[in-house]
């Protein structure tokens, strides 16, 4: 059904009516609902052992400027409970939505326990949330036998239904990653359904084009059923932004548009309170153990990255610009935290989830050698530097875990690129679009014999990753959407993969 977003504004004008909030003195509103407020759903993110970040966004009417919401802060109940029917609340207390965030809540409920389920809810003007369901991290030093984790990226409003984020909830997982693209900025396309909506640049802008997306009842349920963790990758923004830079955007005009864009990101996600944007940067960049069997390190390529190299991409012949050694992908900051994050950890699986391709891949359809510019073949330098720290610090079991090529990827990562029979270092799972439109699946038919390393390249089915982490194998299954045109489409394995402790690879 195609949205109307003026039709869907004008449908909530007589809600704001005076009188419709109570006035309020010295602190804030206990607010008269009209309608439910809690139109976005619930979810929560970033499990550790004791502690959860629970979210929700009170917009009575979505679509509306400001969610049909008073600027004015609102109190929002919480409570967390060991089981479904709220019997034994381990946790609750009283949160403020304030016009400024966009009435989004952020929840850090502390002092749980380790490795088990928790149910939440939200409750303001006496309307209570859907009921979400989470699970906190395992204890430091605990061994789980197995963690299920689902990893998305891609999700094109417009270009599809979130058939797999219902096949997705059904699963159960402990967690789902999301490595980016969690909206889309563009203009209005009216595929299978439409933002309706002009390219988002404002803070408003922004705002809406989360709502629309999170109006959905699949993605809501998969936000609802596990706890995520998420980085947001271009279209959070702006199409192929680096760092600072966009097309030929005047630097202050990009800054202020991209400030605006993580301001709604953070808003309507289960991000931590350390994730806040300040000054139009936006923390995105961490790492969560489970237990001794999987540490999974979230990292943030676009936000400090130089700029694409050798003009005219995406698809580039490679220049001297590209192989540039000064030439960063996480900037260096990053890059140090990330060796500490790496020799720190103790867990047998190390899990390096990030937005864009990593391994060696040319994309040539013709005789020349081509890289797409905008993923870590754009910025070889890096990758190596990267490669180098996995290989000689012999980090246990890397697996990277990518998206945004719309396409299901299983590669072996090889000591030297673009030589696979060099040593592997690392396994690389890219996961294909929740709905984003792949490019054509005969220009990768042409291109993957090229690529040794490149075990299966399938950009025409969009799905998700569905993966088994056992302390002696990994086990991914590639799970692919039978029609993407309908809500309630089933899902089928599409191919599965094994990695085995101690053996960087496939098993073959
Ligand atoms: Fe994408
Ligand atoms: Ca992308």
């Known amino acids: 059904m195609p949205l109307s977003r003026r039709s869907l504004v004008g449908a909530g004008v007589g809600l704001a009516a005076a009188g419709w909030l109570k006035p309020f003195a010295s602190r804030a509103a206990e607010?008269?609902?009209?309608?439910?407020?809690?139109?976005?759903?619930?979810?929560?993110?970033?499990?550790?052992?004791?502690?959860?970040?629970?979210?929700?966004?009170?917009?009575?009417?979505?679509?509306?400027?400001?969610?049909g919401m008073p600027s004015a802060p609102v109190e929002v109940r919480w409570e967390i409970a060991g089981d479904e029917g709220f019997k034994q609340i381990e946790r609750n207390g009283t949160?403020?939505?304030?016009?400024?965030?966009?009435?989004?809540?952020?929840?850090?409920?502390?002092?749980?326990?380790?490795?088990?389920?928790?149910?939440?809810?939200?409750?303001?003007?006496?309307?209570?949330?859907?009921?979400?369901?989470?699970?906190?991290?395992?204890?430091?030093?605990?061994?789980p036998a197995e963690l299920k984790i689902a990893v998305a990226s891609c999700q094109h409003y417009e270009q599809g239904t979130y058939a797999a984020y219902r096949s997705m909830a059904a699963d159960h997982p402990d967690l789902i990653?999301?490595?980016?693209?969690?909206?889309?900025?563009?203009?209005?396309?009216?595929?299978?359904?439409?933002?309706d909506a002009s390219e988002a640049i404002t803070l408003e802008d922004y705002r809406l084009r989360y709502a629309i997306y999170k109006s959905d009842a699949n993605l809501k349920a998969a936000h609802a059923a596990s706890p995520w963790m998420l980085v947001g990758d271009d279209h959070e923004v702006a199409n192929d932004y680096a760092g600072d830079h966009f097309l030929d955007f005047e630097p202050a005009l990009f800054h202020s548009r991209r400030t605006a864009a993580y301001q709604a990101h953070y808003e309507h996600?289960?991000?931590?309170?350390?994730?806040?944007?300040?000054?139009?940067?936006?923390r995105h960049y961490t790492t969560r153990a489970f237990g001794t069997l999987v540490n999974l390190i979230m990292l943030d390529g676009r936000q400090y990255r130089s700029p694409q190299a050798c003009d005219g991409g995406p698809l580039v012949l490679p220049c001297a610009e590209l192989v540039a050694g000064e030439r960063t992908m996480l900037g260096a900051t990053q890059e140090e935290w990330l060796k500490g994050a790496l020799t720190g950890?103790?867990?047998?699986?190390?899990?390096?989830?990030?937005?864009?391709?990593?391994?060696h891949v040319d994309e040539s359809v013709d005789k020349e050698v081509r890289y797409w510019a905008d993923?870590?073949?754009?910025?070889?330098?890096?990758?190596?530097?990267?490669?180098?720290?996995?290989?000689?610090?012999?980090?246990?079991?890397?697996?990277?875990?990518?998206?945004?090529?719309?396409?299901?990827?299983?590669?072996?990562v090889n000591t030297r690129a673009g030589e696979p029979d060099s040593g592997i270092v690392a396994t690389e799972l890219v996961t294909s679009s929740i709905s984003s439109n792949g490019r054509p699946q005969k220009d990768y038919d042409v291109w993957k014999p090229k690529n040794a390393n490149v075990h299966i390249a399938r950009s025409?089915?969009?799905?998700?990753?569905?993966?088994?982490?056992?302390?002696?194998?990994?086990?991914?299954?590639?799970?692919?959407?039978?029609?993407i045109k309908r809500d309630d489409s089933p899902t089928h394995v599409l191919a599965a993969y094994d990695v085995e402790d101690g053996k960087p690879g496939i098993v073959r």
């Not at 989004?104 to 859907?130: C, I, K, M, N, Q």
């Not at 996600?269 to 936006?282: A, E, T, V, Y």
């Open 31 to 67: 607010p008269r609902f009209a309608t439910d407020p809690f139109t976005l759903g619930v979810a929560s993110g970033f499990p550790e052992p004791n502690a959860v970040v629970l979210w929700t966004r009170l917009a009575p009417e979505p679509f509306a400027p400001g969610g």
């Open 95 to 143: 949160a403020y939505a304030t016009p400024e965030w966009a009435h989004s809540v952020h929840v850090e409920a502390t002092g749980l326990s380790p490795g088990r389920d928790y149910w939440y809810r939200f409750t303001s003007g006496g309307v209570r949330s859907p009921v979400g369901r989470t699970r906190t991290a395992p204890a430091r030093d605990a061994t």
């Open 177 to 195: 990653v999301h490595v980016g693209d969690y909206i889309y900025e563009g203009r209005g396309q009216r595929a299978v359904r439409s933002h």
């Open 269 to 282: 996600l289960p991000l931590p309170h350390r994730f806040i944007p300040l000054d139009g940067r936006q």
């Open 345 to 359: 950890s103790r867990a047998r699986w190390t899990l390096l989830g990030q937005q864009t391709l990593f391994a």
């Open 375 to 412: 993923n870590w073949n754009g910025y070889p330098a890096a990758r190596a530097r990267l490669v180098d720290f996995l290989a000689e610090r012999k980090i246990r079991n890397p697996v990277i875990l990518s998206g945004d090529i719309h396409a299901f990827l299983v590669n072996d």
């Open 460 to 483: 025409d089915t969009r799905g998700y990753l569905r993966l088994s982490v056992k302390p002696e194998r990994l086990h991914a299954d590639l799970v692919a959407v039978d029609d």
